[in-house]
C-alpha cells in the first residue's frame, strides 16, 4: 500500500454544519421573496429603475446635457436680462466701412489713427476682437520690395521708413489696450514671442488648470505689436455641441500658460491694473476677482451669460471714426470693443436669445453683465441638489401609486412638478441661479410610468383572469362586450327574433338509477358530454343561457347580432349529434377494454325562432344574461316531443322556413303543444345540405308528406297504403318505424272513435 492516507467519513459535525447553511441559505431566499411580496413587485421595479436614473444623471451623457441647456434657454427666451446703461461702445467695422475704406485688413495707420481718435476722446480701454497675425503688406518696406525699376535711393527712403505695424505699436504703448488673441486646435510651428510680460495673477485655492478650457495653441499678433500692447487675452467664443454660446471661459490654458479672456482683461487695465485672482474649492474653479470684484464661475471657470435684447445704440461705425464724425462724449470714459459684424468676416455668432449676433456685442453683454451684476450661475451644489429632487419625488411615485392609484398620484405629482418649477423660475428670476428640475420631472415621471404600466398589467392580467372564469358560464362574446362595457351590467333588456335551442338527454332517470352509488361517476359523465356540446354551440356563435342538470339552453342572435341565427343554431344541433355518438364510442370502449358495463347516450334538441326579450334577467342582488317570450318556451316543449316523435332534433314552423333548402327537414305533425291554443307545424331536422339534396331522402320525406296529406284528410285507407310503402325506410337521426307506429295506432284509434267534424288535423300534446 502507498503511503498516501484514503478519504474518511465527512464527520458529524461537518455535515451538521452543511446542513445549517442551506437551511440558512433557503430561509434566507424565502424571506427575501416574502418582503418582495409584500413590499410589491411594482415597487422593486420602480426601484430598479429609479437607480440607473440616478446614475445616468451623474454620469451626464451628452442628449440629457443638451436637454438641461435647452431648459436654461427657455428661461433666458422667457425673460432676457433687463438692458442696464453701462459705458460700453462697440466701434463696428460693418459693410459699409468695409465699402468706404476697403477691404479687411486695413493698413495698420489708419487702425492707429482709430486708437489715437478714441485715447483723445478719454476712452477708458480698448481691445480687439480681432488678431493681427501678420505683418501689414502696405507698410513702406513692404511697398518697397514690390517696386520693380524704381530709383534706387527711392527704395532706400522707404526702407527707411518705420513700418506701419511699428506705428501702430508706438500708438499701443500709449493707450489702455488689450491686443485679441484666438486658441488654435493644434500646437503651430514656433513657438510664443521670447520675454512677454506676464498676466499678474493670484491663485487662491488649489490649481485652477485641471479645470479650466485648453488649447494647444495660440494665434497671437506680430511679435512688434505683442511686445508693445499692454494687454493679451483671448477672445474665443467656446459654443456648446448644438452651435450656441451660452458660456465663456474667464480664462483658458494656451501653450502652457493662463491666459484671461478679452472682457476681464480690459476690465483690469480699466481699473488700475493690478492682479487677477483665481478661487478655487474641491468641486473645481469657484470664482475670479478683477478690479476688487468677485465673479462666480461654473467649475470649469466659464462664465453664464445672461443675455440681453441686441443693443444697436451700442454701436459706432469704424468710418465714421475714422472720418472724426463721432462726438467725444459719446467715447470718454467707455470701454471700447473693436470688432466686426461684417459677414464675410465670419464673426457672426448664435445665442439662446439671438439667432445671430457679432461676436464683439456677446463680449460686450459679457462686460455689462459684470458691471451691472446681473450674472447668472450655476451652483456647485446643483447636481446633488437635483439628484435629490429626483431620488424623493421618485421614491414618493414607489410609495404612492400602488396605494392611491394612477389617477390621484398623477395630481399629487402634477401638483409637486408645478411646485418644482416654479421654484427653479423664481430661483432663476429672483437670484439668477441655474437648478435643472427638468430631468428630475422626467425621471419621476418615467418612474410613475412604469408604476402604472406594471399595475395595467397585474389588472389586465386580473381581468383576463376573470373573463376566462366568466366565459366557463358565458359566451365570449358577452363577456368580452361586458368587459368593455360594464354599462351593460344593469337589469333590462331588449326584444329581437332570436333562435332557441333546448337540448336533453334521453333516458337519464335511468342513467342516474343506475350510478346511484357512484355520484362522482354521474358527474364526470354529465361532464363529459356537456363540454363537447357547449363547444359546439359556442364554436357556431351560440350564447349558453344555463345547464339544468343533463339540459343544455341556448340562443343566437345576441349579445351579437347573427343575420343567419337559425342555420348556425340548425348546424350546431346536427354537430352536438356528432359529438355524441363520438363520446358513445368512446364510452364503449372503455367498457370493453375495462370489462365494465356499457353506457349510451342520446340527446333530444328542440328549436325554434320568434321575437324574444333577452337582457340582464333577475334581481338587484343577482341576475344574468337570459332570454324570455313564447318562442323560448315553445323550443322547450319541441325538445320534450322529440321522443314522441322518434326525431333527434325538432324544429318549429320559422325555423324551417327560415333555413329553406340549405337543410333537409320534414314535417312532422300540426300539433298544440301543452300550454298553447295555437297550433304550432314541427318538422324534423334529418341533415345538413348534403343530406337535403340527396335523392332516397327526398323521396321518403315526400312519401310522408302524402301520409301526412292522406291523415289529415281522414283518409285512412290512403294513410295505412302509405304506411305499408314507407316500411323499411330509414332517416338519418329519426326513428322512421317508430314514427310510422305513432300514426298507424292514431289512425286505428280514429277509426274506432272517429274525430268531430270539425276536426283539423291537429294533435294536441298530453305531456310537456
Same mark, same amino acid.
Given at each position: 500500500?502507498?503511503?498516501?492516507?484514503?478519504?474518511?467519513?465527512?464527520?458529524?459535525?461537518?455535515?451538521?454544519?452543511?446542513?445549517?447553511?442551506?437551511?440558512?441559505?433557503?430561509?434566507?431566499?424565502?424571506?427575501?421573496?416574502?418582503?418582495?411580496?409584500?413590499?410589491?413587485?411594482?415597487?422593486?421595479?420602480?426601484?430598479?429603475?429609479?437607480?440607473?436614473?440616478?446614475?445616468?444623471?451623474?454620469?451626464?451623457?451628452?442628449?440629457?446635457?443638451?436637454?438641461?441647456?435647452?431648459?436654461?434657454?427657455?428661461?433666458?427666451?422667457?425673460?432676457?436680462?433687463?438692458?442696464?446703461?453701462?459705458?460700453?461702445?462697440?466701434?463696428?467695422?460693418?459693410?459699409?466701412?468695409?465699402?468706404?475704406?476697403?477691404?479687411?485688413?486695413?493698413?495698420?495707420?489708419?487702425?492707429?489713427?482709430?486708437?489715437?481718435?478714441?485715447?483723445?476722446?478719454?476712452?477708458?480701454?480698448?481691445?480687439?476682437?480681432?488678431?493681427?497675425?501678420?505683418?501689414?503688406?502696405?507698410?513702406?518696406?513692404?511697398?518697397?520690395?514690390?517696386?520693380?525699376?524704381?530709383?534706387?535711393?527711392?527704395?532706400?527712403?522707404?526702407?527707411?521708413?518705420?513700418?506701419?505695424?511699428?506705428?501702430?505699436?508706438?500708438?499701443?504703448?500709449?493707450?489702455?489696450?488689450?491686443?485679441?488673441?484666438?486658441?488654435?486646435?493644434?500646437?503651430?510651428?514656433?513657438?510664443?514671442?521670447?520675454?512677454?510680460?506676464?498676466?499678474?495673477?493670484?491663485?487662491?485655492?488649489?490649481?485652477?488648470?485641471?479645470?479650466?478650457?485648453?488649447?494647444?495653441?495660440?494665434?497671437?499678433?506680430?511679435?512688434?505689436?505683442?511686445?508693445?500692447?499692454?494687454?493679451?487675452?483671448?477672445?474665443?467664443?467656446?459654443?456648446?455641441?448644438?452651435?450656441?454660446?451660452?458660456?465663456?471661459?474667464?480664462?483658458?490654458?494656451?501653450?502652457?500658460?493662463?491666459?484671461?479672456?478679452?472682457?476681464?482683461?480690459?476690465?483690469?487695465?480699466?481699473?488700475?491694473?493690478?492682479?487677477?485672482?483665481?478661487?478655487?474649492?474641491?468641486?473645481?474653479?469657484?470664482?475670479?476677482?478683477?478690479?476688487?470684484?468677485?465673479?462666480?464661475?461654473?467649475?470649469?471657470?466659464?462664465?453664464?451669460?445672461?443675455?440681453?435684447?441686441?443693443?444697436?445704440?451700442?454701436?459706432?461705425?469704424?468710418?465714421?471714426?475714422?472720418?472724426?464724425?463721432?462726438?467725444?462724449?459719446?467715447?470718454?470714459?467707455?470701454?471700447?470693443?473693436?470688432?466686426?459684424?461684417?459677414?464675410?468676416?465670419?464673426?457672426?455668432?448664435?445665442?439662446?436669445?439671438?439667432?445671430?449676433?457679432?461676436?464683439?456685442?456677446?463680449?460686450?453683454?459679457?462686460?455689462?453683465?459684470?458691471?451691472?451684476?446681473? *450674472?447668472?450661475?450655476?451652483?456647485?451644489? &446643483? %447636481?446633488?441638489?437635483? $439628484?435629490?429632487? +429626483? #431620488? @424623493?419625488?421618485? =421614491? /414618493?411615485?414607489?410609495? *404612492?401609486?400602488?396605494?392611491?392609484?394612477? &389617477? %390621484?398620484?398623477?395630481? $399629487?405629482?402634477? +401638483? #409637486? @412638478?408645478?411646485? =418644482? /418649477?416654479?421654484?427653479?423660475?423664481?430661483?432663476?428670476?429672483?437670484?439668477? %441661479?441655474?437648478?435643472?428640475?427638468?430631468?428630475?420631472?422626467?425621471?419621476?415621471?418615467?418612474?410613475?410610468?412604469?408604476?402604472?404600466?406594471?399595475?395595467?398589467?397585474?389588472?389586465?392580467?386580473?381581468?383576463?383572469?376573470?373573463?376566462?372564469?366568466?366565459?366557463?358560464?358565458?359566451?365570449?362574446?358577452?363577456?368580452?362586450?361586458?368587459?368593455?362595457?360594464?354599462?351593460?351590467?344593469?337589469?333590462?333588456?331588449?326584444?329581437?327574433?332570436?333562435?332557441?335551442?333546448?337540448?336533453?338527454?334521453?333516458?337519464?332517470?335511468?342513467?342516474?338509477?343506475?350510478?346511484?352509488?357512484?355520484?362522482?361517476?354521474?358527474?364526470?359523465?354529465?361532464?363529459?358530454?356537456?363540454?363537447?356540446?357547449?363547444?359546439?354551440?359556442?364554436?357556431?356563435?351560440?350564447?349558453?343561457?344555463?345547464?339544468?342538470?343533463?339540459?343544455?339552453?341556448?340562443?343566437?342572435?345576441?349579445?351579437?347580432?347573427?343575420?343567419?341565427?337559425?342555420?348556425?343554431?340548425?348546424?350546431?344541433?346536427?354537430?352536438?349529434?356528432?359529438?355524441?355518438?363520438?363520446?358513445?364510442?368512446?364510452?364503449?370502449?372503455?367498457?370493453?377494454?375495462?370489462?365494465?358495463?356499457?353506457?349510451?347516450?342520446?340527446?333530444?334538441?328542440?328549436?325554434?325562432?320568434?321575437?324574444?326579450?333577452?337582457?340582464?334577467?333577475?334581481?338587484?342582488?343577482?341576475?344574468?344574461?337570459?332570454?324570455?317570450?313564447?318562442?323560448?318556451?315553445?323550443?322547450?316543449?319541441?325538445?320534450?316531443?322529440?321522443?314522441?316523435?322518434?326525431?333527434?332534433?325538432?324544429?318549429?314552423?320559422?325555423?324551417?322556413?327560415?333555413?329553406?333548402?340549405?337543410?333537409?327537414?320534414?314535417?312532422?305533425?300540426?300539433?298544440?303543444?301543452?300550454?298553447?291554443?295555437?297550433?304550432?307545424?314541427?318538422?324534423?331536422?334529418?341533415?345538413?345540405?348534403?343530406?337535403?339534396?340527396?335523392?332516397?331522402?327526398?323521396?321518403?320525406?315526400?312519401?310522408?308528406?302524402?301520409?301526412?296529406?292522406?291523415?289529415?284528410?281522414?283518409?285512412?285507407?290512403?294513410?295505412?297504403?302509405?304506411?305499408?310503402?314507407?316500411?323499411?325506410?330509414?332517416?338519418?337521426?329519426?326513428?322512421?318505424?317508430?314514427?310510422?307506429?305513432?300514426?298507424?295506432?292514431?289512425?286505428?284509434?280514429?277509426?274506432?272513435?272517429?274525430?268531430?267534424?270539425?276536426?283539423?288535423?291537429?294533435?294536441?300534446?298530453?305531456?310537456?
Amino acid at each position: 500500500m502507498s503511503g498516501e492516507a484514503l478519504p474518511g467519513p465527512v464527520p458529524a459535525k461537518r455535515r451538521d454544519d452543511a446542513r445549517w447553511a442551506r437551511l440558512r441559505r433557503l430561509l434566507v431566499r424565502r424571506r427575501l421573496v416574502r418582503m418582495a411580496r409584500r413590499f410589491g413587485f411594482s415597487r422593486v421595479l420602480g426601484l430598479c429603475l429609479l437607480l440607473p436614473l440616478l446614475a445616468l444623471r451623474v454620469w451626464d451623457p451628452i442628449p440629457l446635457e443638451i436637454l438641461r441647456l435647452k431648459i436654461f434657454d427657455l428661461y433666458q427666451v422667457a425673460m432676457p436680462r433687463e438692458a442696464s446703461p453701462q459705458p460700453l461702445v462697440i466701434v463696428d467695422i460693418d459693410e459699409e466701412s468695409l465699402a468706404e475704406v476697403g477691404q479687411w485688413p486695413w493698413p495698420r495707420t489708419d487702425v492707429a489713427r482709430m486708437i489715437d481718435s478714441l485715447r483723445a476722446a478719454g476712452a477708458a480701454a480698448v481691445g480687439f476682437d480681432v488678431v493681427f497675425a501678420e505683418p501689414d503688406r502696405t507698410s513702406p518696406g513692404r511697398y518697397a520690395d514690390f517696386l520693380g525699376d524704381v530709383d534706387p535711393a527711392v527704395i532706400e527712403a522707404l526702407r527707411a521708413l518705420p513700418s506701419n505695424d511699428e506705428v501702430f505699436a508706438d500708438t499701443l504703448r500709449q493707450t489702455r489696450l488689450v491686443l485679441g488673441q484666438s486658441g488654435y486646435h493644434r500646437k503651430l510651428e514656433g513657438g510664443p514671442p521670447p520675454d512677454l510680460p506676464k498676466i499678474p495673477l493670484a491663485i487662491i485655492g488649489n490649481d485652477p488648470t485641471p479645470y479650466l478650457f485648453h488649447f494647444p495653441a495660440l494665434v497671437r499678433n506680430t511679435p512688434v505689436l505683442e511686445q508693445a500692447a499692454p494687454g493679451r487675452a483671448i477672445f474665443n467664443l467656446v459654443p456648446g455641441r448644438d452651435g450656441l454660446v451660452r458660456r465663456i471661459p474667464a480664462f483658458v490654458v494656451a501653450e502652457g500658460q493662463i491666459v484671461p479672456s478679452l472682457a476681464l482683461e480690459m476690465l483690469r487695465l480699466a481699473t488700475g491694473g493690478n492682479a487677477f485672482a483665481i478661487k478655487t474649492d474641491e468641486a473645481g474653479v469657484s470664482a475670479f476677482v478683477v478690479g476688487g470684484v468677485e465673479v462666480p464661475t461654473d467649475r470649469h471657470g466659464r462664465i453664464w451669460m445672461y443675455y440681453a435684447e441686441s443693443r444697436r445704440d451700442l454701436y459706432v461705425s469704424a468710418r465714421d471714426l475714422l472720418k472724426g464724425r463721432v462726438p467725444p462724449e459719446r467715447l470718454a470714459g467707455r470701454l471700447v470693443l473693436i470688432g466686426t459684424s461684417a459677414a464675410g468676416l465670419f464673426d457672426i455668432k448664435a445665442t439662446p436669445v439671438h439667432d445671430r449676433i457679432p461676436g464683439v456685442e456677446i463680449h460686450a453683454q459679457m462686460l455689462e453683465m459684470i458691471l451691472s451684476g446681473q *450674472l447668472l450661475l450655476r451652483p456647485h451644489y &446643483a %447636481l446633488g441638489a437635483e $439628484l435629490f429632487v +429626483l #431620488a @424623493a419625488v421618485g =421614491l /414618493l411615485m414607489i410609495a *404612492l401609486v400602488p396605494v392611491f392609484g394612477a &389617477a %390621484l398620484t398623477m395630481l $399629487l405629482g402634477a +401638483l #409637486a @412638478a408645478a411646485a =418644482l /418649477l416654479l421654484a427653479s423660475w423664481v430661483l432663476f428670476t429672483s437670484e439668477g %441661479l441655474l437648478i435643472d428640475v427638468a430631468y428630475p420631472l422626467v425621471g419621476s415621471a418615467a418612474v410613475y410610468t412604469v408604476l402604472v404600466f406594471t399595475n395595467y398589467l397585474r389588472e389586465e392580467g386580473r381581468r383576463q383572469r376573470v373573463r376566462s372564469a366568466f366565459r366557463q358560464y358565458l359566451s365570449p362574446t358577452l363577456v368580452d362586450q361586458l368587459a368593455n362595457d360594464p354599462g351593460r351590467l344593469v337589469l333590462g333588456g331588449e326584444t329581437r327574433e332570436m333562435t332557441v335551442l333546448f337540448s336533453d338527454v334521453r333516458g337519464f332517470t335511468a342513467i342516474s338509477e343506475r350510478l346511484q352509488d357512484r355520484p362522482q361517476e354521474l358527474t364526470r359523465l354529465m361532464n363529459r358530454l356537456l363540454t363537447p356540446l357547449t363547444a359546439e354551440i359556442m364554436g357556431r356563435d351560440g350564447t349558453i343561457d344555463k345547464y339544468m342538470g343533463d339540459a343544455v339552453m341556448a340562443f343566437w342572435n345576441a349579445p351579437l347580432s347573427d343575420e343567419d341565427h337559425a342555420m348556425n343554431a340548425c348546424d350546431a344541433a346536427l354537430a352536438m349529434l356528432q359529438a355524441v355518438d363520438r363520446l358513445n364510442e368512446r364510452l364503449r370502449r372503455e367498457a370493453e377494454e375495462g370489462s365494465g358495463e356499457t353506457m349510451q347516450l342520446k340527446v333530444g334538441i328542440g328549436i325554434n325562432t320568434g321575437l324574444c326579450v333577452v337582457g340582464n334577467m333577475g334581481s338587484e342582488q343577482r341576475f344574468d344574461y337570459s332570454v324570455l317570450g313564447d318562442a323560448v318556451n315553445l323550443a322547450s316543449r319541441l325538445e320534450g316531443q322529440c321522443k314522441t316523435y322518434g326525431a333527434d332534433i325538432i324544429l318549429g314552423e320559422t325555423t324551417a322556413s327560415a333555413i329553406g333548402p340549405r337543410a333537409a327537414y320534414m314535417e312532422l305533425d300540426l300539433i298544440r303543444v301543452k300550454g298553447k291554443t295555437e297550433p304550432q307545424r314541427i318538422f324534423a331536422l334529418l341533415g345538413g345540405e348534403p343530406a337535403a339534396e340527396g335523392s332516397e331522402i327526398q323521396k321518403t320525406v315526400n312519401g310522408i308528406w302524402d301520409l301526412l296529406t292522406a291523415y289529415r284528410f281522414q283518409d285512412w285507407e290512403a294513410a295505412t297504403r302509405q304506411i305499408g310503402a314507407l316500411e323499411g325506410h330509414t332517416l338519418p337521426h329519426f326513428d322512421l318505424a317508430g314514427f310510422l307506429a305513432l300514426y298507424r295506432g292514431r289512425i286505428e284509434a280514429f277509426r274506432r272513435h272517429p274525430p268531430p267534424r270539425n276536426w283539423d288535423g291537429v294533435y294536441t300534446a298530453e305531456t310537456k
